[in-house]
Structure formats: structure tokens, C-alpha cells
């Protein structure tokens, strides 16, 4: 049955232990359970013999999992893929399976469980539990700063071309994309504005991950890799700036406005959105989610 078709206490519920199944598809995703059903259907005892798992266990996971339509139970028991499993393999275009896996560590399971914390005093969770930032808990977290990046990075695949078509890219000499993680969306706007350069700027355990996928896409001598912190400045002297998914990491607007004061004139602006299609001003390119638009409060 549809959200939609629902009576109206089973959606909220369905809502309400959304967080049970996230966990479920983390879990599967963790264990590479959609990679080994790519082959064929599988029962719960050769998944549970080629993940390591307890079988009971795992076949409780699969039977949640197939029960909203992530992977089906066959007539012998054995599950196979759906439409929705398939952006769990790690092969599939567009994979979710890094971003499933991040969404079930620990540290992020942890700071959303610190969220009344956070409402009650403004406080950012994650510091609240840890002392530090989640950034500076990545830099000194080597596999969890993998797994986040990889996360970034497989959300990108889906968004890049939405924003290249709905952005024109065309008159912009030298972009550097700030806080641009492993630099899959620089490399997917350079290869769409062949004159353009580009200069990737993260910090530098990020940008560490990145030459690789500069250099497979050949672009190593039209793309820069410079590692940094964007509060103390940004790379001078190119003609555009883009933040993609930076700015809603900072808790207020001057402390998110501060990278785009780190060496930028301000006044030079430009932005890209759901709704947002024409060429940039010289200047910031934000790029970010847009809220649903307002609507009228009276009674049903
Ligand atoms: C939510 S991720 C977005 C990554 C990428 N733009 C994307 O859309 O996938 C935020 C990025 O900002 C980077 N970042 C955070 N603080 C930074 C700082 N002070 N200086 C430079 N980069 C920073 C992080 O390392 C991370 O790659």
C-alpha cells in the first residue's frame, strides 16, 4: 500500500520507525547483501555463510527489508533483488550503498539520538558528544572520514548532471569548487565545459582521495587539487567559486557566511536551486537544497 493510501496514524507510524528500517538497509548495505544477490537469488544461509552473519538474524533483517520492498522472499525462502535494492549494489550507477553504510555508524546514529540536546540549546549534537567537530572527528578517524567521503561522493553521482542541466557553467574561466570533497562534481563540470580549469579545495585529508578519480577522468592538467581551511581562505584569483552541500553544515548564517568572505569579493554572487535556472554572476556559486514553499495552516 502507498504512504498516500494509508489511514493517517499508519503513515506517521510507518514515519516514526523509519528509523528502524534505515538501520535494516545499513545493515544490508554493510554486508554487501544486494552485491551477492546480483548473481541470483540467495537464501539466508549462504548469506548469512558469505557475510559472517548469524543466520536468524540476518534472515529477520531480509524479511523487514522485503517487507516495504527492499529485496523479495521467493516460495523457498530465498530472497532476490527489487528496483529498490539495486541502488544498494555497489555497481549500480548512481550507488547509494556508501551513503546506506554511513547512515548506520555509530557516530551518526549516535549524534541524531543527541537531537533533543540540540533543540533544547542550540548546541551542535555531534560536539556535544564528542568534544569536536564532526570534521575534526574525521581527520582523526582515517576510516570513518573514508566513509563519509565515500557517502559524499555517491550522492554526487545522482546530483551532478540534475545541476549541470540546469546550470550554465559556459563563461566561467577557472571555478574552484570549496569544501568539494573527492571532487566528483568539479570533474563532472569540467568534462561538460571543456575550456573551463578547475581547482578543487578541501581539507587535506580529503583531498588526499581525490587525485585519483582527477587523474581516471584525465583531467589532471586542467584540474588543481589545493588543500586548505576555507575560514582562513580560499584559493585567489579565480573567477567563480562554488560551495555544493558546505553552507548547511554551519550552524548560523555568519558562521556559514564565512567561507564565502575568505577571499572572495561578496558582492559577486551567484546561486543555483531546485527552481533556479540562469547563468551565474561572476562570483559564489551556492548550491543547496531548497525548502518546500510555504502553505496555509487552516484545518483540513
Ligand atoms: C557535506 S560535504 C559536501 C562535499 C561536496 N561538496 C559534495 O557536494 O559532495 C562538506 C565538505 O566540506 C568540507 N569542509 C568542511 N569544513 C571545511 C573547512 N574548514 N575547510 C575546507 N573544507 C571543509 C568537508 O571536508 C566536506 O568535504
Not at 548473481?39 to 523487514?64: I, M, N, Q
Not at 553521482?157 to 549541470?164: D, G, H, P
Not at 557566511?257 to 558582492?267: E, F, Q, T, W
Amino acid at each position: 500500500m502507498s504512504a498516500e493510501a494509508l489511514p493517517t496514524s499508519l503513515a506517521l507510524l510507518r514515519l516514526m520507525t523509519g528509523m528502524w528500517l534505515a538501520q535494516a538497509i545499513s545493515v544490508a548495505a554493510k554486508f554487501g547483501v544486494a552485491d551477492l544477490l546480483g548473481s541470483g537469488p540467495k537464501g539466508p544461509d549462504e548469506l548469512a555463510r558469505a557475510t559472517g552473519t548469524h543466520t536468524p538474524s540476518l534472515y529477520r533483517v531480509l524479511r523487514a527489508l522485503a517487507s516495504v520492498g527492499v529485496f523479495r522472499e521467493d516460495e523457498d525462502g530465498r530472497f532476490c533483488l527489487t528496483p529498490l535494492a539495486e541502488p544498494l549494489r555497489s555497481d549500480a550507477p548512481a550507488s547509494l550503498r556508501s551513503f546506506a553504510i554511513m547512515l548506520g555508524e555509530e557516530w551518526h546514529w549516535r549524534a541524531w539520538g543527541d537531537l533533543p540536546n540540540s533543540v533544547q540549546t542550540g548546541q551542535s549534537a555531534f560536539e556535544h558528544l564528542y568534544g569536536i567537530t564532526n570534521f575534526e572527528y574525521w581527520t582523526r578517524n582515517p576510516e570513518a572520514a573514508a566513509i563519509f567521503d565515500q557517502a559524499m561522493t555517491s550522492r554526487s553521482a545522482e546530483e551532478n548532471q540534475a545541476v549541470i542541466s540546469a546550470y550554465d557553467f559556459s563563461t566561467i574561466e577557472t571555478l574552484v569548487d570549496v569544501g568539494g570533497g573527492h571532487g566528483s562534481f568539479l570533474v563532472s563540470i569540467l568534462q561538460a565545459a571543456s575550456a573551463m580549469r578547475g581547482i578543487l579545495f578541501d581539507r587535506p585529508h580529503v583531498v588526499a582521495g581525490a587525485t585519483q578519480q582527477i587523474q581516471s577522468a584525465g583531467l589532471q592538467g586542467r584540474c588543481e587539487v589545493m588543500a586548505g581551511n576555507f575560514f582562513d581562505s580560499v584559493p585567489k584569483g579565480a573567477d567563480a567559486y562554488i560551495l555544493k552541500k558546505v553552507i548547511h553544515d554551519w550552524g548560523d548564517v555568519r558562521q556559514a557566511a564565512r567561507p564565502l568572505d575568505a577571499g572572495v569579493d561578496p558582492r559577486r554572487q551567484g546561486a543555483y536551486g531546485g527552481r533556479a535556472r540562469h547563468a551565474p554572476e561572476r562570483g559564489w556559486v551556492r548550491g543547496e537544497r531548497l525548502h518546500p514553499d510555504r502553505g496555509s495552516c487552516q484545518r483540513h
